[in-house]
């Protein structure tokens, strides 16, 4: 079933080699297959991990050629014959996990993230940098009809990702929480999700103009790392008694906060690492972990019910997402911002130009 408008081309951005850069050029149009929906993408946010997946920064390999992208907001424009939860005309989301098993014992038990078999967008499976994408329909995102597609779009990602993480984080309303990489798509989001869970911010990235957008966005306190002189001292000295936060978001791209997370975070707290940095290591000394009690922990994106809530948040005006658009054809200028660290919250790309 479809709607009669589809063409049989469409613009993309496609990564050729890894490495990149991206090559901004006319590809078919797919038909989706029979658990499959086609969707119209208008925007989607420009997350970091795009531009690792470009630049083979992981250990997994990256399809080739690659159309990246999961953070695509459109119109189901098409469904195959085993879809009945989706209509056409719908708005939906194509977000990291495009599909996965339904069946296996991570996916029973509503962990679909951790599935054995996983397609990921803009990974393992072409993604929403283009104008038409797939996605499995059990796993698209609804999107309610009243959220502006374009603004919306960056919570199919960060929004999920650090909504997620701070469940996971355990941290409770009146409790504080630190954010490192807070200026960036993430991390502005995560402050906002922070605030609205009842939680105290203390924000840690660099630059006046990322100190600012925080402050905005609620957060407490701001430590910027490229002038603090001792970050760990400067975090405790922003919670009561200078106990630490009993909480770290870790969205950061750079290994070092990784490594200095637990000497600031407060006895019994807990450590979550969400940025994915090159070849980068987590470690702590044994004696402190232990005899402080730390936890340690990965979180990895959300499950379907997360994406729903996450999405909720949003509806119900607790979120605004800081962003900056541009025409797809610009991506490659996107990346080098990216690469510079010179994004403050999230840009996202207009299919259309
Ligand atoms: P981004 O580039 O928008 O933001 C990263 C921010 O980190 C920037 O503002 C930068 O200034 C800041 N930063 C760099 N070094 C820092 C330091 N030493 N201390 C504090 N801040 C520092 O990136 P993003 O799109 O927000 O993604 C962040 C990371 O999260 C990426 O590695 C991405 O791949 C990863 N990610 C993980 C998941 C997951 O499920 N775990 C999901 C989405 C993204
Ligand atoms: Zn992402």
Known sequence: MASPQIPTEQWAQVVEKTGGPVVYK???VRTPGPDEVLINVK????????LHAMLGDWPIPTKLPLVGGHEGAGIVVARGELVKDVEI????????????????TFCNQADEPLCGKPLLSGYTVDGSF????IAKAAHVAHIPKECDLEAVSPILCAGITVYKGLKESGARPGQFVAIVGAGGGLGSLAIQYAKAMGLHVIAIDGGD???????????TAFVDFQTSKDVVADVKAATPEGLGPHAVLLVAVQEKPFQQATQYVRAR??????????????SA??????IRMITIKGSYVGNRADTTEALEFYRRGLIKVPYKTVGLSKLQDVYKLMSEGNIVGRYVVDTSK
């Open 269 to 282: 707290g807990t450590v979550v690492c969400i940025g994915l940095p090159a070849n980068a290591m987590v």
């Open 285 to 290: 000394p044994v004696f402190d972990t232990v």
């Open 43 to 50: 925007y989607s946010g420009v997350c970091h991990t795009d």
């Open 26 to 28: 006319k590809i078919p």
């Open 89 to 104: 005309g719908d708005h939906a989301g194509i977000k990291w996990l495009n599909g996965s098993c339904l069946n296996c």
């Open 130 to 133: 283009q104008q038409y994408a």
């Open 209 to 219: 103009e990322k100190n600012e957008l925080c402050k905005q966005l609620g957060a």
